[in-house]
């Protein structure tokens, strides 16, 4: 098995068609049918089913298509880590990032990280958390930051950082006549939320909030991004629900920031690990998080969850 087979079976997978697996690959369809074949071969396993009409994964294709891209993703890092060595690195930590980490408190970490170990490469990775938890299993990664704490056995979530959630209202809103306000009120307009495909731990937080009130929210628009939710925020689409950092990073004009009315909630950003022994590096890196704010010292303002 060559790596040439594999590059050919995930294009067979990804396109489900054979000429076009070959045109992305920039060779003939004869040479490809031929990889696939020897591949199969050498597996002893069937891995697409083809008719005259149609080509699709068997379910033994369906299982090596979820391993054949880590193979890549780990070729990848090891001419990094060639890469880093011959830049002057000592070491390497592998970081993922899922959802929205508040922007200024991380940009300060990194740039800590960078001033007290200036010879350890810190290279990021945004993904989804439930692909950051795989990868941490699958030791892709070394540590991770992201917005849940159900993370499954073999992996440890600790909290790091709390971020205000405040409301993202458009300038000359009737409801910025409230210092702080009720969520009874915030319910009653469109909102833009999250998308929970993308950021999956903090809209989670979000909507345990919007489960204080017996109240259906009406949402609007689902988004990938907070540059986007400010953006529709600012148009007077709708309002938003977002950390206080994430709102005072944000570039758009039109656009005020309302705590809710009662205890303010805070959004958790959790710092994800294998449950196994720290290298001293990666124990380094995990105490600087609390330099920035120990919140074992301080305990944030969260109402819990009243279906737990």
Not at 43 to 56: I, V
Not at 104 to 122: D, K, N, V
Not at 140 to 167: K, Q, R
Not at 178 to 205: A, F, M, S
């Amino acid at each position: 098995m060559e790596l040439r087979h594999l590059r050919c079976f995930v294009a067979v997978a990804e396109e489900l068609h054979f000429a076009r697996a070959a045109e992305r690959l920039h060779i003939e369809q004869s040479p490809l049918s031929r990889a696939i074949k020897e591949l199969e071969e050498d597996l002893g396993a069937q891995l697409f089913a083809r008719t005259t009409r149609s080509t699709r994964l068997t379910r033994a294709g369906q299982l090596f298509l979820e391993h054949v891209p880590r193979v890549f993703t780990a070729l990848q890092q090891a001419r990094d880590s060639v890469r880093a060595a011959t830049s002057g690195f000592h070491s390497q930590l592998r970081v993922a990032l899922s959802d929205g980490i508040p922007p200024s408190r991380f940009s300060t970490f990194l740039a800590l990280c960078r001033e007290e170990e200036p010879e350890i490469e810190i290279r990021l990775s945004e993904v989804p958390q439930a692909q950051q938890i795989k990868g941490l299993h699958d030791d892709l990664y070394d540590v991770g930051f992201a917005g849940w704490n159900e993370v499954g056995d073999g992996i440890i979530a600790e909290p790091v950082w709390s971020d205000p959630l405040m409301v993202a209202v458009p300038s000359r809103h009737p409801l910025l006549t409230y210092k702080r306000i009720p969520l009874e009120e915030v319910l009653r307009h469109p909102l833009v939320l999250g998308d929970p495909n993308v950021c999956e731990g903090h809209t989670r937080q979000i909507e345990r909030v919007l489960r204080r009130v017996d109240q259906e929210p009406l949402i609007a628009e689902r988004v990938a991004s907070v540059d986007l939710m400010m953006a529709m925020v600012a148009a007077g689409f709708a309002l938003g629900l977002v950390g206080a950092s994430q709102i005072a990073a944000s570039r758009e004009q039109g656009v005020v920031a309302r705590p809710l009315a009662g205890r303010t909630p805070m959004l958790i950003t959790y710092l994800l690990r294998r449950d196994n022994e720290l290298s001293a590096v990666l124990a380094r890196f995990i105490e600087r998080t609390g330099i920035l704010e120990p919140l074992a010292a301080k305990k944030p303002a969260v109402t819990p969850d009243p279906d737990t």
